[in-house]
């Protein structure tokens, strides 16, 4: 064998895939398109919230008080975020048993999270805020039905990951959950973000920070 061959094999090894390698090559892809895609969606979701706060600034804006549904569904969102984390840390360690029960878990939070969302928007319909007359209640339901998406969204990834768990190869797995629990922790950040600007920005303070007071 020669030396170049040498330094080749071993400069695979440790953990570290080849670079010739189509599946490394493609599991790098779709890594890259998802941190794209994130950055694409936060971008989306911060002109949102910039609309948000100038349009604060009108007389006919009225301040929403946050139904406590939206507490309940902010826990279980972090719970699924965890979750999933752990997740990942289990199929790394070639637990994979433990690994799709905690995937299983994790899916599961999430749509509990979108049932408390959706009991939350029942709780402002039945104090009659509806998505029309105060602007307020516009973009809490413009926002909140932005983020539901793309909770219904990283669904459908985990639904495939979860669906092949048993048969899937160990690596493999471990990739997917990797992606859902990034995917996951993106999704926390940002119902964070809008949570705090729906519940706590107001006339007010807007003004107060812009100058305009």
């Known amino acids: 064998m020669s030396y170049a061959a040498i330094l080749k094999s071993t400069g695979s090894g440790y953990g570290k895939p080849?670079?010739?390698?189509?599946?490394?090559?493609?599991?790098?892809?779709?890594?890259?398109?998802?941190?794209?895609?994130?950055?694409?969606?936060?971008?989306?979701?911060?002109?949102?919230i910039a609309a948000c706060i100038m349009r604060m600034d009108a007389a006919d804006w009225s301040p929403l008080a946050m139904p406590w549904q939206?507490?309940?569904?902010?826990?279980?969102?972090?719970?699924a975020s965890?979750?999933?984390?752990?997740?990942?840390?289990?199929?790394?360690?070639?637990?994979?048993?433990r690994a799709h029960n905690l995937?299983?878990?994790?899916?599961?939070?999430?749509?509990?999270?979108?049932?408390?969302?959706l009991w939350g928007w029942q709780a402002l319909r039945a104090i009659h805020v509806t998505a029309t007359g105060n602007p307020a209640g516009s973009f809490f339901y413009l926002l909140t039905a932005m983020h539901a998406l793309h909770v219904m969204g990283g669904l459908v990834g985990w639904g495939m990951a979860a669906a092949g768990s048993w048969r899937q190869q160990p690596r493999r797995l471990a990739w997917r959950i990797r992606l859902c629990a990034r995917y996951w922790h993106f999704l926390l950040a940002v119902w964070l973000l809008l949570?705090?600007?729906?519940g706590w920005l107001t006339p007010d303070f807007v003004r107060m920070v812009c100058g305009t007071r």
């Not at 999933?84 to 048993?97: G, I, K, S």
């Not at 878990?105 to 979108?114: I, K, P």
């Not at 949570?195 to 729906?198: D, N």
């Open 82 to 97: 965890v979750v999933l984390q752990l997740a990942a840390a289990t199929a790394n360690n070639h637990q994979m048993e």
């Open 70 to 79: 939206l507490w309940l569904s902010t826990s279980i969102l972090a719970i």
């Open 195 to 198: 949570f705090a600007a729906l």
């Open 103 to 117: 995937l299983l878990l994790a899916g599961v939070c999430s749509m509990a999270f979108l049932a408390a969302q």
């Open 18 to 48: 080849a670079a010739d390698n189509p599946l490394e090559r493609r599991y790098a892809a779709i890594s890259v398109a998802l941190w794209l895609f994130m950055a694409v969606a936060s971008a989306l979701f911060l002109l949102f």
